[in-house]
């Protein structure tokens, strides 16, 4: 599914660059660009990470 439309990123890339490292809402934002254009998709992309994070 598709969480930023803007920069095309997927929920699955999202958990990826967390299982490879980044630990963060913003080490996410920074590493694939998800929520730096027209910011519509932050909310969903914040609730992927925190879900995210809290089972790994
Ligand atoms: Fe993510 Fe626009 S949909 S910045």
Sequence with gaps: M?????H???????????YEGCCSYREVRETLGVATQCGKCACLAK?????TLSDV
């Design 47 to 51: 609730q992927v990470v925190r879900e």
């Design 2 to 6: 598709y969480v930023c439309l803007c």
């Design 8 to 18: 095309g990123v997927t929920d699955g890339q999202i958990r990826d660059a967390i």
